[in-house]
């Protein structure tokens, strides 16, 4: 079974958390992974490149 694993921060935290979601990576979406996630009104941001401003975490939303 495909699996897709995600590491993530919350806030400040220094130690990242795991979760593995029975979904493979090509057809994972972000509310498969809030829905895990359980937690309402969070933000969530990628690390991202920009061409202007290199490396940025950019919000992403549904």
Same mark, same amino acid.
Request: no cysteine.
């Given at each position: 079974? *495909? %699996?897709? @694993?995600?590491?993530?921060?919350? $806030? %400040? %935290? ?5 979760? @593995?979601?029975?979904?493979? *990576? ?5 509310? $498969? !992974?809030?829905?895990?996630?359980? @937690?309402?009104?969070?933000? !969530?941001? !990628?690390? +991202?490149?920009?061409?202007? !401003?290199?490396?940025? @975490?950019? %919000?992403? +939303? $549904?």
């Amino acid at each position: 079974m *495909a %699996e897709t @694993k995600i590491i993530y921060h919350i $806030d %400040e %935290e220094e130690t990242p958390y795991l979760v @593995k979601i029975p979904i493979d *990576a090509e057809n994972i979406t972000l509310l $498969d !992974f809030k829905q895990v996630l359980n @937690k309402p009104n969070y933000k !969530f941001f !990628f690390k +991202s490149m920009d061409q202007d !401003f290199g490396v940025v @975490k950019e %919000e992403i +939303s $549904d």
